[in-house]
């Protein structure tokens, strides 16, 4: 609890907290139901809608890389940030002003992707301006600033949830969401210190462009981000096929979806607060491996036990994998470019890019072979093979 107090107490820590919640907020409020507005909703084809992933995955790493080798080049964050923002604010503007399959296409494929930069950002500037601190000190204030990416799963799924099951449509998002998005446009402007006066010291690469990016996909990195993003597929995939599994067993609700992710969320919170005490005395990536093993089974019983009860059971597993995977793998990542942060940035959007890649394959050819019961599957065994791969490549290091 001490690394809370740290970060209310110290007004950057405290804007970037305030900066992932709403973050958070977006997430929380499109990932569980992107899905069914584009499949249940606007009439998208699993097909299409996987085609929609795969542009999500495009524009998400060219955004991201560019937006990674810029800030480790010259002072430019602020820019980043806000760019960033404007994203998410014409996506939701677009979807609510359209209210259609073309609009569901642009604002989640070509807009919304965009806003994703924003994370890598957050967390490059904590690394920085946590950069003097203990290892275990830092990973701990890593850990809680992701855990306040999650708080508002924990509220604000439950609500929608409880607003769709009293006949709200699911389009009620995009207008919803793009005031949020408005607020935190207004965060980032008023509180985000300028480049010019910011609190922190930055090492630059001084590499070109085409350099920069050379360096991201040399081999000791490049492999470690495809195999981190292995272990978080379960998570991307899992926030496609929830609802559609959910609202294919009978006796579930689109409401259910919410009241599930919330009370997972909420567990995993916990978790994830308790990583900085762990890393004390265990190594990063046994925890990260551990993580993988339980959200692995998570994804394994998810089609099975989705028309019973015991179903709910299932909150334990996704909150403990989630909260050990989620509390370490950024400080990983990061310590893969040592203390640049800029391009520690492009690993850990790289490394989500690769999680929804892995994801849209998994979700088109599962869904495609043997339906969302079989894409659950395959998606356990590709977070086990990760962590496996992870462990072996890293057998010699005490990361």
Same mark, same amino acid.
């Given at each position: ?39 249940? +909703?606007?009439? @998208?084809?699993?097909?299409? /809608?996987? $085609? =929609? *992933?795969? %542009?999500?995955?495009? &524009? ?84 809680? +600033?992701?855990? @306040?990416?999650?708080?508002? /799963?924990? $509220? =604000? *799924?439950? %609500?929608?949830?409880? &607003? ?94 919410? $009241? ?140």
């Amino acid at each position: 609890m001490s690394q809370i107090l740290i970060i209310w107490r110290d007004p950057v820590l405290r804007m970037i907290g305030a900066a992932t919640m709403l973050f958070g907020v977006l997430a929380a409020s499109f990932e569980p139901y992107k899905s069914l507005l584009g499949i249940t +909703i606007f009439g @998208l084809s699993d097909t299409a /809608f996987a $085609v =929609v *992933l795969a %542009t999500t995955f495009t &524009v998400t790493v060219t955004a991201s890389v560019w937006v990674g080798i810029v800030t480790d080049q010259k002072p430019s964050r602020k820019p980043m940030a806000l760019l960033a923002v404007m994203g998410a604010i014409g996506g939701t503007a677009v979807g609510w002003l359209g209210n259609n399959a073309t609009a569901f296409v642009i604002a989640h494929a070509m807009l919304l992707p965009i806003s994703a930069t924003i994370l890598g950002q957050l967390f490059a500037i904590t690394r920085l301006y946590t950069a003097g601190w203990a290892a275990a000190d830092r990973d701990g204030v890593t850990s809680v +600033i992701r855990a @306040l990416f999650a708080v508002p /799963f924990v $509220v =604000v *799924l439950p %609500t929608w949830g409880f &607003v769709f099951d009293a006949g709200i449509p699911l389009t009620a998002l995009y207008p919803a969401m793009c005031a949020v998005c408005l607020i935190f446009a207004t965060l980032i402007w008023a509180r985000w210190p300028t480049d010019a006066t910011a609190p922190w010291v930055e090492q630059k690469s001084g590499l070109g462009f085409f350099a920069s990016v050379k360096e991201l996909l040399a081999g000791r990195i490049v492999w470690r981000i495809f195999w981190m993003g292995a272990v978080h597929s379960g998570s991307t995939l899992m926030g496609v096929i929830l609802a559609l599994v959910f609202v294919q067993a009978e006796g579930r609700t689109t409401g259910d979806v919410g $009241v599930f992710f919330g009370l997972f969320v909420a567990l995993e919170i916990l978790v994830m607060l308790s990583v900085g005490t762990l890393a004390k005395y265990f190594r990063r990536l046994h925890i990260i491996a551990i993580g993988a093993v339980f959200y692995a089974l998570f994804m394994a019983l998810l089609p099975i036990l989705a028309p019973y009860r015991t179903v709910w059971l299932l909150i334990l597993p996704v909150a403990i994998g989630g909260g050990l995977l989620y509390g370490l793998s950024i400080s990983y990542l990061q310590d893969l470019l040592d203390d640049r942060a800029g391009a520690g940035a492009s690993l850990m959007t790289l490394q989500r890019t690769v999680s929804h890649a892995l994801a849209t394959l998994i979700f088109a050819v599962g869904a495609a072979i043997g339906g969302y019961h079989l894409a659950a599957f395959a998606g356990a065994f590709t977070i086990l093979t990760g962590a496996a791969m992870l462990l072996y490549l890293d057998r010699s290091t005490r990361s």
